[in-house]
């Protein structure tokens, strides 16, 4: 839900910390160029970033500070589902060998809470706090498929479906049916369509009355992953340690 009445201070503050999140280290002049701002008002909110530590200036130039760190690690550390699934997570991993990781919903995205990596996994481009499209990926179309089909539309309005690779789903129909074979199946495939060659395997975490809170996968090359693996024994590993935490969280 967009703000009726947002704060337009906070709004640039916001706007210099997404930049120096995708530029890593930048200066006041380039920053203000960027975002055209004036370079004494980008100053100025610098400053305060790096007087409340979430900014650090290393000689001409600033940079995020681990502050940010501090605080989703706390946010995470509060959340019963990653309390309960990082064993499980660990234990995946270290059982199939390969990349294990537990994803849930925010504001109609994915965000990985955790990754664990097996002797044979790949290193991939996701972290802690990653925000991903649900549409693309095999922990997105689990947590879909157990949402409320209204709320899947709203979440489709605010992000669209955009096709991340040519195998990725893009449209409603297709989502949608796709949905009901993840309901019907009991686990969800990612078969190259967030990262090409890549295929995972993901279940959905639920509470006792059927609330979706999560979904935890398994991803792996896919020349590691045979059709038979994608139906047969990497899924029961997967819903074994889904239904795991699913039973700690409720009982």
Do not use: W
């Not at 999140?21 to 100053?43: F, N, P, Q, Y």
């Not at 991993?93 to 990596?117: C, F, I």
């Amino acid at each position: 839900m967009d703000a009726k009445h947002p704060v337009q201070t906070t709004e640039k503050t916001l706007m210099l910390v997404e930049e120096l999140k995708i530029r890593g280290s930048c200066g006041v002049t380039e920053l203000a160029d960027s975002l055209g701002m004036g370079k004494s008002m980008v100053h100025n909110h610098l400053t305060t970033l790096q007087k409340h530590g979430y900014a650090l200036k290393v000689g001409d130039e600033y940079q995020l500070g681990l502050k940010f760190l501090d605080i989703g690690g706390h946010i995470r550390k509060s959340m019963e589902l990653y309390e309960v699934a990082e064993p499980e997570v660990k234990s995946l991993a270290d059982e199939t060998g390969e990349l294990a990781n537990l994803l849930v919903e925010e504001q109609g995205k994915g965000v990985y809470l955790m990754r664990a990596k097996g002797a044979k996994a790949v290193d991939l481009d996701t972290y802690a706090g990653l925000r991903t499209y649900l549409h693309t990926t095999a922990l997105g179309k689990a947590v879909l498929a157990h949402l409320p089909e209204e709320r899947v539309e709203e979440i489709i309005d605010r992000h669209g479906l955009k096709r991340k690779t040519p195998q990725s789903i893009g449209t409603r129909e297709e989502l949608f049916d796709t949905l009901a074979d993840v309901r019907e199946r009991g686990y969800a495939i990612d078969d190259g369509e967030r990262l090409e060659g890549l295929r995972c395997i993901a279940a959905p975490v639920k509470t006792s009355s059927n609330d979706v809170l999560g979904a935890i996968s398994v991803s792996a090359p896919a020349s590691r992953v045979s059709d038979e693996d994608l139906h047969g024994g990497l899924p029961k590993r997967v819903l074994n340690a889904a239904n795991v935490i699913e039973l700690n969280i409720n009982y």
